[in-house]
């Protein structure tokens, strides 16, 4: 059956987005990695660029693990013995022993009793909030709180929800008050890293006000902390905005496979009760396949490095890295916000120039990423930079003068 009527119906929407500048066009394809060598950190061939070399500045591996030899190494020897994929969902025949030493390694690392690995965070945190949401639930949720946090509060259908503004915790102290009596049982959830603008939220805080309402609750005030940007980058050894914060455990942690550690997936780790009961009423758990054996194996390693002196002087690395790219960019007139965090957005405040310095920058041979609305607030247009582990400071150098052209070019 001809599709012409819907055809033209979905083209006039793609150029819509188009006019109004919120398409996200052409994806750039990378056709080859350069390992590092030579005092600089890894480049990128693109499709249609030629032999031209990019520095990345816009991948949330920030570690750089996802090129450790011993990662990789994990992985395929992994793949060899089970397989390329698990063939199965976990609860037919698709754990693998590798699915069950990641998640008990997970917990561990971050001082909670179970742990379950799913195909993606945002998969995690959907599960995670929609399972345990029911219409006595109340939901409260930071304004700029990733998608998967907002499309998880409209599919969860809760008795009430309340968007409290960015860091607003005197409004979220409030919110709860007035909620009391509402519902049974009120979640609140946030960002660790705020992934717009590397900055973060004071957990310590918000449990502290979570517990503060908590006897006005039945059935509790939960504290659910996306940390996937945090985990593997932020805090003394890498174990997120808790640690950062000096925060006692939240009561359920989200994180990612996907960034800092270098691989694939997402998981959640909390309670024995309550991951259990995840497993048996997660829809995207139960009906979907989980990550491979192969990138289990490859997660766990990850976990392991950084548990050890290569992941302690990785993590210096790059701290130094992006203390060394913020100072270069306050020193030329740039506005940042600034933070310890390897995410570094330029405050632009002005589409059409984001636009111009992120096609200056990619001539340069730099990619980055230019942040408009609605992604981020009219107003608050940015490029956002992400410092990675693998790289040096000659390419930071680099970068920096890079910006510096592509802010004097005409």
Do not use: W
């Not at 693109?46 to 992985?75: T, W």
């Not at 690995?117 to 945190?125: D, H, L, M, P």
């Not at 992006?322 to 957005?345: A, C, K, N, Q, Y």
């Amino acid at each position: 059956m001809p599709m012409d009527r819907l055809t033209d119906v979905v083209n006039r929407l793609v150029a819509g987005m188009e006019e109004a500048g919120t398409a996200k066009g052409a994806e750039v394809v990378v056709r080859e990695v350069i390992p590092p060598r030579d005092g600089h950190g890894p480049r990128f061939l693109l499709e249609g660029q030629g032999d031209k070399p990019f520095i990345r500045m816009n991948a949330n591996s920030y570690l750089g693990l996802s090129l450790h030899p011993e990662v990789i190494e994990a992985e395929e020897v992994t793949a060899r013995a089970m397989g390329a994929g698990p063939g199965a969902v976990r609860f037919i025949a698709g754990t693998h022993t590798p699915h069950i030493e990641l998640e008990r390694g997970l917990a561990a690392f971050h001082g909670r009793e179970e742990g379950m690995i799913f195909s993606s965070a945002y998969a995690a945190v959907v599960s995670a909030l929609v399972s345990l949401t029911d219409k006595t639930t109340f939901l409260l949720s930071d304004e700029l709180n990733h998608n998967c946090i907002i499309n998880a509060i409209r599919m969860s259908r809760p008795a009430g929800k309340a968007i409290y503004p960015h860091l607003d915790l005197a409004t979220l102290d409030r919110q709860l008050d007035e909620a009391k009596g509402v519902a049974r049982r009120a979640i609140v959830v946030t960002d660790g890293i705020f992934s717009m603008r590397g900055d973060h939220a004071p957990v310590d805080e918000i449990m502290e006000i979570a517990r503060k309402h908590d006897p006005d609750y039945p059935e509790n005030v939960v504290v659910l902390v996306d940390d996937s940007h945090g985990v593997g980058s932020f805090g003394a050894t890498g174990r997120g905005t808790e640690e950062y914060t000096g925060s006692p455990p939240c009561d359920l942690l989200v994180g990612t496979l996907g960034k800092a550690f270098g691989v694939n997936g997402g998981y959640v780790v909390s309670s024995a009760p309550v991951i259990r009961f995840l497993r048996e009423s997660s829809p995207l758990y139960i009906y979907s396949n989980p990550i491979t054996a192969g990138e289990a194996a490859a997660a766990r390693k990850s976990l392991e490095i950084l548990q050890g002196p290569e992941g302690a002087t990785r993590l210096r690395h790059l701290r130094n890295l992006t203390e060394r790219f913020e100072s270069g960019l306050v020193s030329r007139g740039f506005e940042i916000i600034p933070g310890d965090h390897p995410i570094v957005p330029i405050m632009v405040r002005d589409t059409t120039e984001t636009r111009r310095l992120v096609a200056a920058l990619f001539d340069a041979g730099v990619l980055a990423t230019g942040l408009a609305f609605p992604v981020v607030p009219r107003g608050d247009e940015s490029i956002r930079f992400q410092i990675n582990a693998d790289h040096t400071e000659a390419g930071i150098d680099y970068v920096l003068a890079a910006l510096e052209g592509a802010r004097q070019a005409p």
